[in-house]
């Protein structure tokens, strides 16, 4: 009933830029708090920017000041622009979002991409 898709993915150098899009469509009412996630080969999965319902943002202190998320909420999707990246940033980022779906009575559910591949070489 909820889907989300990312794009942006790919190979870039280490010092270089990437954007990330995630879109949610379905049958949604509300989308609270929709962000990013990342996961690298042998580590948990980490939150690296959340954007909430309103204007307030979070963004974990590993990307500070390199990452910043934004969101279009009349298209129900969120944006990671990701500038000086670094090899330690390589990892499956998935897009997050907690949704109330149309027709929800309780509280609402949350959503995952699929994951989309970030590999920063030198």
């Known amino acids: 009933q909820v889907q989300l898709e990312e794009s942006g993915g790919g190979l870039v150098q280490a010092g270089g830029s990437l954007r990330l899009s995630c879109s949610a469509s379905?049958?949604?009412?509300?989308?609270?708090?929709m962000g990013w996630y990342r996961q690298a080969p042998g580590k948990q999965r980490e939150l690296v920017a959340m954007?909430?319902?309103?204007?307030?943002?979070n963004t974990a202190d590993s990307v500070k000041g390199r990452f910043t998320i934004s969101r279009d909420s009349a298209t129900n999707t969120v944006y990671l622009q990701m500038n000086s990246l670094q090899l330690e940033d390589t990892a499956v980022y998935y897009c997050?979002?907690?949704?109330?779906?149309?027709?929800?009575?309780?509280?609402?559910?949350?959503?995952w991409g699929q994951g989309t591949q970030v590999t920063v070489s030198s």
């Open positions: 954007s909430f319902r309103g204007t307030a943002t």
């Open positions: 379905g049958r949604i009412f509300r989308i609270n708090d």
């Open positions: 997050y979002a907690h949704v109330i779906a149309v027709g929800t009575l309780t509280k609402g559910n949350d959503f």
